[in-house]
Structure formats: structure tokens, C-alpha cells
């Protein structure tokens, strides 16, 4: 059974290592206006094949999603500029992301904003601080995250 969540089905995007098949390295937007938070997910990432793509505030993060066609989206909530409740209404009203996963990374704890956050088509909602680990897990529960090869 597949689970239908506000017309959209999960998705995970899976990049084939069959050496004849043309190889994808996927790729995920991290909007959050810390640089810190940016540094440490890019750091975490760096021994999976990922294209690690960063926007600083909600606008940049609308046209980020649209322009650069991300496989996957990191969004904090509190940001000048657009905050996270509005870049994630317009990226699901937008055709070109709306089947993007969106997990929102955020140090609000509020039930509330969770729930319309959830309701808005936020594929998750991740509490900061987390650990490293924890990131990978959901973030390869949305798309295929494959090591790097050691040289």
C-alpha cells in the first residue's frame, strides 16, 4: 500500500551504480540563515556522493529550489526574507517542487507549528540540535545515499 500525503506520493530517488547506466550525484538544498548549521550538514555529507547547494534566507531558497532542481531539501523556519512556513507553501504551490522532500530542520519546539508544518506538506520535521547520524537516516530515507569510494 502506498501512502497518499496531500496528493503527493514519497518519493525516493534512487541513482543506479550499474557502470552503464549514466551515474546522478543527487542533490540537496540546504536554506538555513546560519552558516554554522550550513558548514556542519555539508561536513556530515562530505563522504556521500552529494551535491551540497546553499541558500541563506526564504527567497533565495524559492528561487534556489527552482533554478537549481534539488532532489532533496533541507529548510530551517526562522529566516529573514521569507521565513520556512512561507518558502514551504510556496514550493509546494510551484509545479517544479512540489514533489520535492522537504524536511525542516528547526529549533522551535512549538506543537502547533509542527502540525502546520506537517499540514503545509513538510515531508518531516527535525528538531536542532541533531546528530549527525540522525540526518543521514532521514535524509536516506528520501533519496540514495551512496559512500564515496576511498582513493
Known sequence: MTLVVDGRLPRK????????APLRTPAILCIDDD???QSAIEMRLRRYNVE?????YGMQGI???IRGNPDLII???AMPNGDGR?????LRANHETAQVPILVLTG???PQL??????AGADQYLRKPISGDELVHQISRYITLEKKQEE
Open 86 to 90: 512561507y518558502v514551504l507553501r510556496c
Open 52 to 56: 551540497m547547494h546553499h541558500a541563506y
Open 114 to 119: 509542527v502540525h502546520d508544518l506537517m499540514m
Open 75 to 77: 529548510l530551517d523556519v
Open 63 to 65: 528561487w534556489e529550489s
Open 35 to 37: 552558516p554554522g548549521i
Open 108 to 110: 522551535m519546539r512549538d
Open 13 to 20: 530517488v534512487h541513482y543506479s551504480a550499474d557502470p552503464n
